[in-house]
């Protein structure tokens, strides 16, 4: 039977568990603020993208940024820019193809809503990035796959084009004498364009886009379609994507991780060293594991890190347009 001190003593321990509960929340809510509120002066707009490819997708990215255009419009422009580019052998037509001597891409998009939309293991289809994005804004799915990604495409007035390319015919054909599949890490266009913005009204998005590792099993997927392992995005955070070894990116979720860790108060640059960190934890050998992340923040600041060196990532802001050498744990 309860006393009347016994109620006593229980109503101020519910009391006090209520004020500490409000406390907590104050507390985080101005944690959270002071994430959006770090930086003095904001940057914006702000591009930034993956390796030195990323320098001419940023200027097509920029057009629309300088012009008050949407994040999410500049950065599939961005990556279009590199798909299209037959001399990069990463992404898109010209891509270095599988095993079998197919071409298969795959891209992601996420806007500031938290939207997406991707397709994976795609062929005959020169801009994947604008499919994934048909798929975030035409169909109620994430992810569209092979052929059924192809007849999407097509559904929606995509031309059937042969990203073969004869230079990448040769090469594969020269490959195809000894058949050894070694990933090669640190190579100039190496593997992925993951392009971030940040535009002229505070919003973030982002686009990711790869032909995948030159001479993969068919129908092998990395990390780059992946929403949370190659690209992540939210509005109320930041921004991040990861290029290099996919496996061992969607191993850490890498890109969800970098975000969470700007959200409990990394800047960019430290989130992406401590998803690396993590990289070569969870690896017993890295002999060879290239991974590299780029991160942006809501308030324009931004960072790269990799495991090793040898990674790029370009920047563009009313006030810079250059190609950063990102920092790294050992050297290649």
């Given at each position: 039977?309860?006393?009347?001190?016994?109620?006593?003593?229980?109503?101020?321990?519910?009391?006090?568990?209520?004020?500490?509960?409000?406390?907590?929340?104050?507390?985080?809510?101005?944690?959270?603020?002071?994430?959006?509120?770090?930086?003095?002066?904001?940057?914006?707009?702000?591009?930034?993208?993956?390796?030195?490819?990323?320098?001419?997708a940023n200027?097509?990215?920029?057009?629309?940024?300088?012009?008050?255009?949407?994040?999410?419009?500049?950065?599939?422009?961005?990556?279009?820019?590199?798909?299209?580019?037959?001399?990069?052998?990463?992404?898109?037509?010209?891509?270095?193809?599988?095993?079998d001597g197919?071409?298969?891409?795959?891209?992601?998009?996420?806007?500031?809503?938290?939207?997406?939309?991707?397709?994976?293991?795609?062929?005959?289809?020169?801009?994947?990035?604008?499919?994934?994005?048909?798929?975030?804004?035409?169909?109620?799915?994430?992810?569209?796959?092979?052929?059924?990604?192809?007849?999407?495409?097509?559904?929606?007035?995509?031309?059937?084009?042969?990203?073969?390319?004869?230079?990448?015919?040769?090469?594969?054909?020269?490959?195809?004498?000894?058949?050894?599949?070694?990933?090669?890490?640190?190579?100039?266009?190496?593997?992925?364009?993951?392009?971030?913005?940040?535009?002229?009204?505070?919003?973030?998005?982002?686009?990711?886009?790869?032909?995948?590792?030159?001479?993969?099993?068919?129908?092998?997927?990395?990390?780059?379609?992946?929403?949370?392992?190659?690209?992540?995005?939210?509005?109320?955070?930041?921004?991040?994507?990861?290029?290099?070894?996919?496996?061992?990116?969607?191993?850490?979720?890498?890109?969800?991780?970098?975000?969470?860790?700007?959200?409990?108060?990394?800047?960019?640059?430290?989130?992406?060293?401590?998803?690396?960190?993590?990289?070569?934890?969870?690896?017993?050998?890295?002999?060879?594991?290239?991974?590299?992340?780029?991160?942006?923040?809501?308030?324009?600041?931004?960072?790269?890190?990799?495991?090793?060196?040898?990674?790029?990532?370009?920047?563009?802001?009313?006030?810079?347009?250059e190609l950063?050498?990102?920092?790294?744990?050992?050297?290649?």
């Amino acid at each position: 039977m309860k006393t009347r001190r016994n109620f006593i003593k229980l109503s101020a321990l519910g009391g006090a568990a209520i004020v500490t509960s409000s406390c907590m929340t104050s507390q985080k809510e101005s944690t959270d603020s002071n994430i959006v509120s770090s930086a003095k002066n904001v940057v914006k707009p702000i591009v930034i993208s993956t390796w030195n490819h990323g320098l001419a997708a940023n200027n097509d990215a920029w057009k629309i940024l300088s012009d008050k255009g949407k994040a999410l419009d500049a950065v599939e422009a961005g990556v279009r820019n590199s798909e299209s580019d037959i001399n990069n052998m990463s992404v898109g037509i010209g891509g270095l193809p599988d095993r079998d001597g197919k071409v298969t891409l795959d891209a992601c998009i996420m806007d500031e809503h938290n939207n997406c939309g991707a397709v994976a293991c795609l062929e005959d289809i020169e801009n994947p990035i604008s499919v994934a994005r048909k798929v975030m804004e035409d169909t109620k799915h994430v992810m569209l796959v092979g052929q059924g990604a192809k007849e999407f495409a097509l559904e929606k007035g995509f031309k059937e084009t042969n990203l073969l390319t004869e230079k990448a015919k040769k090469l594969w054909e020269k490959w195809k004498v000894q058949s050894n599949y070694k990933p090669i890490i640190n190579s100039e266009n190496h593997d992925t364009i993951g392009l971030l913005a940040l535009d002229e009204f505070g919003n973030l998005s982002g686009a990711c886009t790869t032909s995948g590792m030159a001479y993969k099993l068919h129908g092998r997927v990395g990390d780059s379609p992946i929403i949370g392992a190659g690209l992540f995005v939210d509005n109320e955070v930041g921004a991040a994507c990861a290029t290099g070894v996919g496996e061992a990116v969607i191993r850490v979720a890498g890109s969800a991780i970098v975000v969470e860790l700007m959200r409990n108060g990394m800047s960019p640059n430290e989130a992406c060293k401590e998803a690396v960190d993590r990289v070569i934890k969870k690896h017993k050998d890295v002999t060879d594991l290239q991974v590299g992340f780029i991160a942006l923040n809501r308030n324009g600041e931004y960072g790269g890190y990799s495991v090793y060196s040898g990674f790029n990532y370009a920047v563009r802001s009313t006030t810079q347009n250059e190609l950063i050498d990102a920092q790294y744990n050992r050297e290649s």
